[in-house]
C-alpha cells in the first residue's frame, strides 16, 4: 500500500511500496519495505538541519522551504515558489538595521529599518511625548538607493556605486574613486585620476582642474614669473620652464616657443620671418652674463684703450700713469699711453651668472 503524504496547501505527495523518491523533493522519500531506510531518514535530519547548507541550492525546493547559502554571501534563503530571496535577521539593538516590506515592531530608539518595499531608509526617533519613524534625509521624507548599484549581504545594504551605505549597522557614505576610510576618518587614497592636469603654467586657471605635484613645483619654484620675465641664475643650466639668453643674436622656432613668440614677438629679431624669432642675448660680460662654463669665475674692470693730449711746460720723460711724455717743444706734444693696457670696451668688475629667459 502506497504512502500518500499531504502538504500544508493540501496538494499530496505519492510514494509507492519498495521505492524512494529523490525527485520530487530535495529530501529523498521512503516507501514501505525499502531496505536501508535508517542511511536514508539519517541523510534527510541532518539536511534539515543544516538547512542544505552549500554553495548552490537544493534541487526541488517548495515554496517556504530554507537554504544557507554558504558562498561568499553567507545568507538564510527562503525558496518563495519561483526564487530564493534572503532573510534579513532584524538587529533590535541601538544602531542595529531591520530590513522589512512592513514596518517593524521596535520600540528601541536610534535603529534604522530600511523599507525593502520603498526603498526608503528611517530611524527610529524619540522625543519626549512620542516615538516614530523618521526618514532620513536632507530635504525629504526619505532616502532612496538606487536599487540598480545595491546588493543585500546578510541584513547589510552594500551600495556598488557612489550614494548612501549601510555597513554592519553604521550609516555612512560611498566615497568612491581617490578616497577611502581609515578608522573613522576620511582620507585621499591617492591622486584624482580625472580632472588631472600638468599644465606647469597653470594658464588655464580652471576651477575644477587638479594640478600634479610637478606641475606645482615648477609653477611654484618658477615663483609664479609671467612668460618672457629674465632672470639672474646662478646654475651652470637653466632651472625648468626657462632658457639661457644666448651671448649672441640667436633664433629659436615660433611653434616649440609659442607661448615665449606670444609674448615677446619680434622684439629682439624677426628669425627667418616665418618659422623662427630673435630671443634676447647679451654679449659676454656686458652686463651680468657669460657662457655656462665659466659661471662663478670672477672678472676685473678694464678701461679703453684710449690718448692724453698734453700741454705747458713739461719736463723730458715725465711719466704719467702708465705712458711717457716726451720734451715739451712749444707747439704741444701729443702722447700715447701703453696700448697694451685696456681692452676694446669699458667693462665693470664683477661675477658671472646666467641670463635666463621664462619660455612657458
Given amino acids: 500500500m502506497a504512502y500518500t503524504l499531504v502538504k500544508s496547501d493540501g496538494t499530496n505527495i505519492i510514494v509507492t511500496d519498495n521505492t524512494k523518491d529523490t525527485t520530487t523533493l530535495s529530501l529523498t522519500l521512503i516507501g514501505r519495505y525499502f531496505p536501508g531506510y535508517g542511511q536514508i ?23 517556504g522551504q530554507l537554504w544557507w547559502d554558504s558562498s561568499a554571501a553567507k545568507e538564510l534563503k527562503v525558496w518563495n515558489g519561483t526564487s530564493w530571496s534572503a532573510i534579513a535577521p532584524p538587529v533590535a539593538n541601538t544602531g542595529g538595521l531591520t530590513i522589512s516590506a512592513t514596518t517593524p515592531s521596535i520600540t528601541d530608539p536610534s535603529v534604522f529599518w530600511w523599507d525593502s518595499n520603498s526603498g526608503e531608509l528611517f ?7 512620542s516615538t516614530q519613524w523618521v526618514g532620513v534625509t ?27 551605505s549601510i555597513v554592519n549597522g553604521s550609516l555612512g557614505i560611498n566615497v568612491g574613486t581617490g578616497l577611502s576610510v581609515v578608522g573613522n576618518q576620511l582620507v585621499s587614497s591617492g591622486e584624482p585620476t580625472a580632472n588631472k592636469s600638468d599644465d606647469v603654467t ?3 586657471n580652471s576651477p575644477t582642474l587638479f594640478p600634479t605635484q610637478h606641475a606645482v613645483k615648477t609653477y611654484v619654484g618658477s615663483g609664479a614669473l609671467p612668460v618672457g620675465s629674465i632672470i639672474d641664475f646662478a646654475g651652470v643650466a637653466a ?47 656686458y652686463t651680468s652674463v657669460h657662457n655656462p662654463g665659466a659661471v662663478g669665475q670672477q672678472t676685473v674692470g678694464q ?58
Fill in 239 to 285: 632651472p625648468a620652464g626657462f632658457l639661457v639668453c644666448p651671448i649672441a643674436a640667436s633664433n629659436i622656432s615660433r611653434t616649440t616657443y609659442a607661448t615665449l613668440f606670444a609674448a615677446i614677438g619680434t622684439t629682439w629679431g624677426i628669425g627667418d620671418g616665418s618659422t623662427t624669432f630673435g630671443i634676447p642675448w647679451f654679449p659676454t660680460d
Fill in 138 to 164: 536632507a530635504s525629504s521624507s526619505s532616502a532612496t538607493i538606487p536599487a540598480a548599484t545595491t546588493t543585500v549581504l546578510g541584513g547589510v545594504i552594500v551600495p556598488t556605486a557612489s550614494g548612501l
Fill in 303 to 360: 678701461v679703453i684703450n684710449h690718448v692724453h693730449t698734453v700741454s705747458g711746460n713739461q719736463a723730458t720723460n715725465n711719466t704719467y700713469g702708465t705712458g711717457t711724455a716726451t720734451a715739451y717743444d712749444g707747439a704741444g706734444t701729443t702722447n700715447t699711453g701703453n696700448p697694451t693696457i685696456g681692452g676694446p670696451a669699458n667693462l665693470a668688475a664683477g661675477s658671472r651668472v646666467l641670463k635666463c629667459i621664462k619660455y612657458m
Fill in 123 to 129: 530611524v527610529k526617533y524619540q522625543d519626549i511625548d
Fill in 41 to 63: 531518514l539519517n541523510n534527510n535530519t541532518l539536511r534539515l538541519l543544516e538547512n542544505f547548507s552549500n554553495i548552490s541550492p537544493p534541487a526541488h525546493p517548495i515554496a
Fill in 202 to 204: 597653470m594658464a588655464a
